[in-house]
């Protein structure tokens, strides 16, 4: 296990969930290098990689404003790390948009040279 990869993937993991609280997300997107590797799970869903890839993540999560989404409870069920990322499985209940929202999420976090590189988030709901 590249500790490297560990202390940085659980960074972006921490900041995420602590995005999701706070509605700021610059400690977030400060982890992540130039160009990333993303997937996104609905409404913009898309494989966008680059620098594209980077405006796509700023974008959907600048999108979960305070007031309007937040976490109320987050588990995280399963970690592990192997080669150059991080596979987190969590369940989170709260709101987003304003609506109930319980979902569980595989996110996938890649790390390369000290920056998270790539972002992959599926998930499903829990009800």
Known sequence: MN????VIGDQAYDALIQ????GSWKSFF?????EVDLILPA???????????????VAFFSAF?????RFDRVEVIH?????D??????????????EPYAARHCIHIMVRDGK????????????
Do not use: M
């Open 65 to 69: 404003t305070p007031g309007t989404s």
């Open 79 to 83: 970690k592990t790390v192997a080669e």
């Open 116 to 127: 998270a590189v790539g972002f992959h988030e599926y998930n499903r709901s829990l009800d």
């Open 3 to 6: 500790d490297d990869v560990r």
């Open 43 to 57: 409404p913009q869903t898309g494989h966008f990689t680059g620098p594209e890839g980077r405006e796509k993540l």
């Open 85 to 98: 990322r991080v596979v987190i499985e969590d369940w989170a209940r709260g709101v987003a948009f304003n």
């Open 30 to 34: 400060d982890l992540f290098g130039a």
């Open 19 to 22: 995005g999701f609280q706070t």
